[in-house]
């Protein structure tokens, strides 16, 4: 079974920035296209960003476009997620699976525990 082991989540103030992390135990590691969501209280998860195998084409949602930087080192089994100009409405845990087709479904039938995220105003 695939594990997902994201972290790098925080506190921050609003501007700031943080780095997520995601490794992920499968030894196909580079053959997946990867993508980063996050869920809060009050909404059901979300998708956020996407790259695909080769880290050639990356893919942001309205909400993280012009501030998300989604990466990946296939040599680590990682996928990173740079955030930049953090808002208050960031808030959430964040989390990482492998995503597929047009709309960028999860992939992996389990998830990680995921990183809170918290965006002070």
């Known amino acids: 079974q695939v594990q997902l082991v994201e972290s790098g989540g925080g506190l921050v103030h609003a501007g700031g920035s943080l780095r997520l992390s995601c490794t992920a135990s499968?030894?196909?590691?580079?053959?997946?296209?990867m993508g980063w969501f996050r869920q809060n209280p009050e909404k059901e998860r979300e998708f956020v960003a996407a790259i695909n195998w080769s880290g050639g084409n990356t893919f942001y949602t309205d909400s993280g476009k012009g501030r998300f930087t989604i990466s990946r080192d296939n040599a680590k089994n990682t996928v990173y997620l740079q955030m930049n100009s953090l808002k208050p409405e960031d808030t959430a845990v964040y989390y990482c699976n492998a995503v597929r087709g047009s709309d960028f479904s999860p992939l992996f039938g389990s998830w990680g525990q995921g990183t809170q995220v918290t965006v002070s105003s």
């Open positions: 499968v030894r196909t590691f580079s053959t997946y296209a």
